[in-house]
């Protein structure tokens, strides 16, 4: 996997995921991918509501921390940073209609993320591994300075992974379940 300090220097070139042939989001749409979820489900009370924009295989989003999310006082616990960079990483794939999961994430902390204030994430596919590793780059920013940055491992598994662990049949179309 590449490191943090050269994926800085990667800017937004991203390796091309297979969107178009996978018929799924269209470009531009903005969806959670389950009303519960954590990183983007309207309906968790715990969450942070990540709103986002899947256009031309990146993803382009929002989020605001608030005192459900807070470390120290008046700043977001870095594991609820964490977790925005993941569904960040993990809604590239999702989105597309192409079931994977986190195998590793390595995240780089520049400055505290404070509460209250609207981040912009982002996150591309930075490049592809045989036909089931993909290797995900994510910023969070805040009015243009970063945050905080990852590099993720995700693993493309069968629509069958999400059954066996619960997932209704319906609950998640856009991955064949």
């Known amino acids: 996997m590449t490191g943090l300090a050269e994926a800085s220097d990667r800017g937004m070139e991203s390796a091309p995921l297979d969107v178009a042939a996978s018929g799924h989001e269209p470009e531009g749409?903005?969806?959670?991918?389950?009303?519960?979820?954590?990183?983007?489900?309207?309906?968790?009370?715990?969450?942070?509501?990540?709103v986002s924009t899947l256009v031309d295989g990146?993803?382009?989003?929002?989020?605001?921390?608030?005192?459900?999310?807070?470390?120290?006082?008046?700043?977001?616990?870095g594991g609820?940073?964490?977790a925005v960079l993941d569904e960040a990483s993990g809604s590239v794939p999702t989105?597309?209609?192409?079931?994977?999961?986190?195998?590793?994430?390595?995240?780089?902390?520049v400055k505290p993320a404070p509460l209250h204030r609207q981040m912009t994430v982002s996150a591309h596919v930075d490049r592809r591994e045989g036909a089931r590793k993909l290797h995900i780059y994510a910023r969070l920013e805040l009015?243009?300075?970063?945050?905080?940055?990852?590099?993720a491992l995700f693993i493309v598994v069968s629509p069958d992974?999400?059954?066996v662990h619960g997932a209704k049949d319906g609950e998640l179309p856009f991955l064949g379940v």
């Open 29 to 50: 749409a903005k969806s959670a991918h389950g009303d519960q979820c954590f990183g983007c489900g309207p309906g968790n009370r715990a969450g942070v509501a990540m």
């Open 58 to 77: 990146r993803l382009v989003g929002t989020c605001t921390f608030d005192e459900k999310h807070q470390g120290a006082p008046g700043l977001a616990h």
């Open 80 to 82: 609820v940073v964490a």
């Open 95 to 109: 989105r597309s209609g192409i079931p994977a999961v986190t195998a590793k994430l390595t995240v780089n902390y």
């Open 143 to 151: 009015d243009g300075e970063l945050i905080a940055e990852s590099d």
């Open 161 to 163: 992974h999400f059954r």
